[in-house]
């Protein structure tokens, strides 16, 4: 629903002065303010001067549109004249006006603008801006009062008209100063505290680096260590019990005394290093899960005879319940009982008197077996319920004085429970006792999770097809490369491996001769046969040791299984350094989100190149020939737009593909520019940064995709 508020004809220079002071009026009644009234004038104005100029004569209607909030100021400006040849071009700024500002500035002004044009049928220019919500809403009756006003409300001269020009452009130029004041203020904090993030990526990058290190250095000094430590305490240990069942002659009672003490010392020392050496393996990925069938009522008759001599305190019975109605286990009948031995020792230590409990039974979805063992001793504070299970972590009681652990029993048996895909939990009260509650699968395949046939191919890494049977040892392989730029991607059987070689090319196929029915060797053959799969380097991983066999049919290498995640990521790295860089490019002139974007590629095969502005890119792009440009469109000097019209004009970097990345708010016109002429659009306002990793992961695999799809036709 439309009501008319006015129509004014535009005849003569007057009249244009008059369309204008009719603009202001009527948006100072409709309650705007003076800002947007001098918008509203402005941009009526310079369309009544081209209708003017260009057709000679035209019209200019105002109207009201709708009749519920939000309503809308529309003005209408019509006119016989030639019309315009080429509409899209004035839209896109490549025309402009020579009687003022031109249409282009005019829709800047306001939030609505539509023009039609045909040549020899004339021009209609629409504009229109939101009425403000503080706004009565209009309707005939107060239409009319609008219509009163205007009556009573004659039009100005042309010079009082400048004056009033004169006075907004000067108000317009002080609000600008004001603002560009604020500006540079902002700025300059905007780069104090953009130096400031970059030098704390700096220092996080190079924590993270040795972080990285000091755990790496800390699991190969332990289990370089196992041999070193282990002979000596041996020996001690060996020594102190010859010496105290006195094969070479009595000892004196001191003597005798000493000699304990030594020994005492050795197993406690003894059993640090154990501790640790199967913390270091876990860590590591070194610790072997060997699942098997048996009964827990079994374990717990073999943990009877194991744990009473340990408790020496009369004043504590240690009481392990009979197990009702549990089924056969099968898991790591080992580990679980490493854990259960851990928990008890613990208990033995801080309860003084009372009991401790040991039990299992199955939870309410009969999957898995609950192991608990509970305690009436000192129990344990809130606040400690979770640092207990750090390493070296100890709570500070007077019971700690007495019986001194090593704080890594605890951290051990958790560690234990996540390998056998389970966990542990406590549940204490200081003075009342601790329950310690290990909960472990029923039936456990060896390891903590199942290795999931891949989907889609990550383009943005090297991909890795593993070939291999074993479960457990897809999941260490899928370990091993976790964090490392490499892709694993597993088949099960030679049938998988096949139906994964016709969707990608990998870096290298790591292959287990030992599968299921089929043969290892005649696989490597028939690869080796196919000009599509020859030139593929083959890592052969087994337990035999043919390496002779395997050199003949032509693989690149040969490893006896448990092979090193050390060695097997340095033979990839090798690999990777033979096949193509590729190459992005990320233009910005902000250096923070540079930064960023780098830090977002940096776990994957693509080098990272930077350039601070549109003329670096071009440079850069003419001579490197990137394979992927992320591009900012809100840069001084040539901006994103232009930029991207010179990389499509060159024949030599039109093909590359281009990623637009920006916090620009973006019109009609420049999103059909940008969809007609880049990747995708990335918003650096997007709050998730999951959400921008993944949108950018996402549109490089698909680029790769499409290469490797047209490398395929080229070569069929």
Known sequence: ???????????????????????????????????????????????????HAYAGVGETVFLIEGNSKPQVLIVQINDEGPGIEDVSAILEGRLQSKTGMGIMSARRLMDYFHVESKPG??????????????????????LSRIADELTRQPPHNPFEELQQQNQELIRAMSELKQRQDQLENLNKELEDTNRGIVALYGELDEKAAHLVRASDLKTRFLSNMSHELRTPINSILSLSRLLLEHVDGELASEQEKQVMFIKNGAEDLSEIINDLLDIAKIEAGKVEVHSAEFDVATLFSTLRGMLKPMLTNTAVDLIIDEPESMPTMKSDEGKISQILRNLVS????FTEQGEIRVRAKLDADGKNVIFSVSDTGIGIPSEYHEKIFEEYTQVKTPLHKKSKGTGLGLPLSKELAGLLGGKIFVQSTPGEGSAFSAVVPLVCSGFTGKIQKQAVVDFTKFSVLVIEHDEEILFLYDKFLKGSGFQLFPARNLSEARQSLTEFTPLVIV??????????WDFIAELKSNDETREIPIIVATILDDRERGFTLGIEDFATKPIERKWLLAKLKDLAQDVPVEKVLVVDDEEVARHILKG???????????????EECLKIAQTERPDII??????????????????????????????VVTSKILDEAERYILKKNTLAVISKETTSREVIIESIRD?????????????????A
Request: hydrophobic share 40%; proline share 4%.
């Open 600 to 614: 977002i590629l940096v776990d994957t095969k693509y080098t990272v190149m930077e350039a601070p502005g549109g």
């Open 121 to 142: 049928k004339g021009t209609q220019v629409i504009l229109g801006k939101t009425v403000p919500q503080s706004t009565p809403l209009i309707n005939s009756e107060s």
């Open 511 to 520: 292959l287990d001769i030992l599968l299921k029915d089929e043969s290892g």
């Open 1 to 51: 629903m439309s009501l008319l508020i006015l129509k004014t004809e535009v005849k003569y220079e007057n009249d244009i002065v008059l369309a204008r002071q009719r603009a202001r009026l009527i948006a100072r009644l409709l309650g705007f303010d003076k800002n947007e009234q001098t918008r509203i004038s402005t941009a009526v104005s310079e369309i009544a001067r081209n209708a």
């Open 699 to 715: 549109t490089i695999s698909r680029i790769a995709h499409r290469k490797n799809q047209e490398g395929k036709t080229n070569n």
């Open 346 to 349: 613990n208990a033995i230590k």
């Open 630 to 659: 992320f591009l900012d469109l809100m840069m001084p000097g040539m901006d994103g737009f232009e930029t991207l019209t010179k990389l499509k004009a060159s024949p030599e970097t039109q093909d590359i593909p281009v990623i």
